[in-house]
């Protein structure tokens, strides 16, 4: 059975930090590239940020230089560190496995930036 599980979420105030996780189980996953995507409210699903078995990394330009993302491929792990938090950052945060035509969802944790 495939699992990703999301962890991290919660309130968090504008400027501050957060680290989410993502811990997967059931398939390959040194073979797969592991993202994170970003739904904010009323607003589609969008990947901001990814890293392949190889570790080549890309970002989208609205989190560049504010997150980053690693894997651990011993833990068959994904975290997402993300700095400078800001309103528009909130919304749901999912954690993504693709292969080729595989694709694999977590549930998703929510994270809301608000004073």
């Known amino acids: 059975q495939v699992l990703l599980v999301e962890s991290g979420g919660g309130l968090v105030q504008p400027g501050h930090s957060l680290t989410l996780s993502c811990a997967a189980s059931?398939?390959?996953?040194?073979?797969?590239?592991m993202a994170w995507y970003h739904q904010a409210p009323g607003k589609q699903r969008e990947m901001i940020a990814s890293?392949?078995?190889?570790?080549?990394?890309r970002y989208a330009e609205s989190v560049e230089g504010r997150f980053t993302i690693s894997r651990d491929n011993t833990a068959n792990t994904a975290a997402l560190q993300m700095t400078a938090l800001a309103p528009e950052d909130s919304g749901v945060y999912y954690c993504?496995?693709?292969?080729?035509?595989?694709?694999?969802w977590g549930q998703g944790t929510q994270v809301t930036v608000s004073s």
């Open positions: 993504n496995a693709e292969r080729a035509y595989q694709k694999y």
């Open positions: 059931g398939f390959p996953f040194t073979h797969y590239t």
């Open positions: 890293i392949t078995p190889g570790r080549f990394i």
